[in-house]
């Protein structure tokens, strides 16, 4: 089993500009949520996706968005980028959404550097 | 709006010592918590979970509901265990991280 995968592993942009992460579930796993982690705090909730539809959302401004696709992978993208949007990006997937028990596996992240 | 604290950012203990990571929590609902454990050099992995009222590596964690906690607990500490340990809350569709405590086991 690979594990949930995450691409790029590391990104350098400019204040401005926009950006698309990548993540691919374990497979068999529908659910796919998105959090942020800034250096020194615990991850923050960002989305989550459950068979292609939001199901959560954080407080993170339109500037986020994401989208689920029909193989479950997910994008994460992120317009018109703030010094502060410099973070570890962490995918995690899990068998179901919505309330239920159901771990979540988390990938390596994508480190985002805005210059 | 739920809430996870970790009171403890350091914590060092010797090979051998009982440790205790403190967590608390706010929620107004059943909560359903987690411990989430970082390696060096690792991903974030799932440590234990209060509904399954398991040890795994030795650690254990009891839902106190009257005290709001959910301390991370382990008699004999190994240099194995020094890592990054956060406490987490599932509502929703969503974790809510604690800041995390990171351990330090010294031979």
């Known amino acids: 089993d690979a594990g949930v995968t995450q691409s790029p592993t590391h990104l350098i942009k400019t204040r401005g500009q926009q950006v698309t992460l990548r993540c691919s579930p374990i497979?068999?796993?529908?659910?796919v949520s998105w959090y942020q982690q800034v250096l020194g705090q615990g991850p923050q909730f960002i989305f989550q996706?459950?068979?292609?539809?939001?199901?959560g959302r954080g407080n993170f401004p339109d500037r986020f968005s994401a989208r689920q696709f029909p193989n479950y992978s997910s994008e994460l993208n992120v317009n018109a980028l703030l010094l502060g949007d410099s973070a570890l990006y962490l995918c995690?997937?899990?068998?179901?959404?919505?309330?239920?028990?159901?771990?979540?596996?988390f990938g390596d992240g994508t480190r985002l550097s805005i210059l | 709006a739920q809430r996870v604290t970790q009171p403890e950012k350091l914590l060092s203990v010797f090979k051998g010592a009982p440790v205790e990571l403190k967590c608390n929590y706010s929620?107004?609902?059943?909560?359903?918590l987690f411990w989430y454990v970082q390696y060096s050099r690792q991903r974030l992995q799932l440590l234990l979970r209060?509904?399954s009222r398991e040890s795994i590596k030795g650690f254990t964690a009891d839902l106190n509901k009257g005290e709001t906690s959910f301390h991370l607990k382990k008699p004999f500490a190994q240099e194995e265990d020094s890592a990054m340990y956060y406490c987490?809350?599932?509502?929703?569709?969503?974790?809510?991280f604690g800041e995390g405590t990171q351990l330090t086991v010294n031979p």
């Open positions: 995690a997937s899990s068998r179901q959404g919505g309330p239920s028990n159901q771990p979540q596996h």
């Open positions: 497979s068999g796993h529908k659910s």
């Open positions: 996706y459950y068979e292609k539809e939001e199901r």
């Open positions: 929620y107004s609902g059943s909560p359903e």
């Open positions: 209060h509904i």
């Open positions: 987490a809350l599932h509502s929703g569709s969503r974790l809510t």
